[in-house]
């Protein structure tokens, strides 16, 4: 698929996740293989009045390139002053959550309440396209409620405004997470707008990511939850749609070895306070389903540094031989 003139590698993008799809975790996603990854949300009203901390959820290193960034507000010149600066860290999109079903996002105006008001959401994204350079791409949901199933019509306005892509997670606001996954939605967006759809929610396999694109013939993936504690997802979808080989999992010595690493570039980037505390949910991720992980969870969610977490992975290790 091609993202405005860039050619992306590889059948799936890394989802934008809060509070997990940081710089580090982008960068273990890159190296396993994800064709872009797209930072957390960041509020485009926090960037343009220099929030530090969204200045600091901004920052694109090398390693983790192709990255997008995304922004989310219902303002259009601050969406598009936030685009300007999001461009400026040489990412190669621009993209628009509009799909945020939190209080504290869509309460305000931003996020999946712009699916309710499609008029608005088509001139943030307008002012954006016209504000930047590189490829500006939406990212929605089927609707806001099974009484208000619109992306079709959303999708054809922000393609109208200049949208390059759409990405479409196929359930409404008020299903949040959990209901299957309506692909039904994605394949008539696909067959609606001329621009890349990329098929997003519940792709945690070959097996499901092989199921989004048959059901929907969306151009590309894009993988969330499935790539949290397994971010060689990436790569083993990759493998299977260019050979047809299913790539065993990775051994338990690597997968180690992935959390040590991801972990070691969270406390670089974080400090050792902040980055061994947000270890612990990726380190229950890693270790979910192994032989004993019930027995490691009470360590995990004390650990406090780098020593204590390789042993522990050592006696993961240790108990799965
Ligand atoms: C912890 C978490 C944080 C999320 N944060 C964002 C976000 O910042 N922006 C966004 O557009 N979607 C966000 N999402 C939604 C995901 O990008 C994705 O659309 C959704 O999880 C469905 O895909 P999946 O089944 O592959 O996880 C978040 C999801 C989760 C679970």
Redesign the pocket.
């Known amino acids: 698929m091609k993202l405005g003139n860039y050619e992306l590698k590889g059948s799936a993008a890394l989802?934008?996740?809060?509070?997990?799809?940081d710089r580090a975790f982008r960068e273990i996603c890159i190296e396993y293989g994800a064709s872009y990854v797209?930072?957390?949300?960041i509020s485009s009203k926090g960037l343009t009045m220099g929030d530090r901390k969204s200045g600091f959820l901004m920052t694109i290193g090398e390693k983790e390139m192709p990255a997008s960034v995304?922004i989310?507000g219902c303002e259009p010149e601050t969406m598009a002053e936030a685009a300007k600066l999001a461009e400026q860290t040489g990412c190669i999109a621009v993209?628009i959550?509009?799909?945020?079903p939190?209080p504290k996002v869509a309460g305000h105006g931003g996020?999946a309440a712009l699916m309710k008001n499609p008029a608005l959401a088509a001139e943030i994204a307008n002012t954006c396209v016209n504000a930047v350079k590189i490829p500006v791409t939406c990212?929605i949901?089927s609707g806001w409620d099974d009484d208000n199933i619109n992306a079709v019509e959303l999708a054809k306005l922000l393609v109208q405004a200049g949208a390059s892509a759409i990405?479409v997670?196929g359930?409404t606001r008020k299903q949040m997470?959990s209901p299957p996954?309506n692909y039904d939605i994605i394949r008539k967006v696909k067959d609606a707008v001329p621009v890349p759809v990329i098929g997003?929610?519940?792709?945690?396999d070959i097996e499901s990511a092989e199921f989004m694109l048959n059901e929907t013939g969306c151009d590309h993936l894009?993988?969330?939850?499935?790539?949290?504690g397994t971010p060689w997802i990436f790569a083993r979808i990759n493998e299977y749609f260019t050979s047809g080989k299913i790539l065993p999992e990775p051994g338990i010595e690597e997968k180690m070895a992935v959390m040590i690493k991801h972990i070691g570039l969270l406390c670089e980037y974080k400090g050792d306070y902040v980055g061994m505390r947000e270890a612990r949910k990726h380190a229950g991720w890693y270790i979910k389903g192994m032989r004993g992980a019930a027995t490691f969870r009470r360590e995990i969610g004390e650990l406090e540094t780098m020593d204590q977490l390789k042993k522990l992975a050592e006696r993961v290790i240790e108990s799965a031989g």
């Open positions: 989802a934008p996740m809060a509070g997990v799809t797209t930072s957390e949300m995304q989310f993209d959550n509009m799909g945020c939190a996020g990212k949901r990405t997670h359930r997470y996954v997003n929610g519940d792709v945690t894009m993988i969330g939850r499935g790539a949290l």
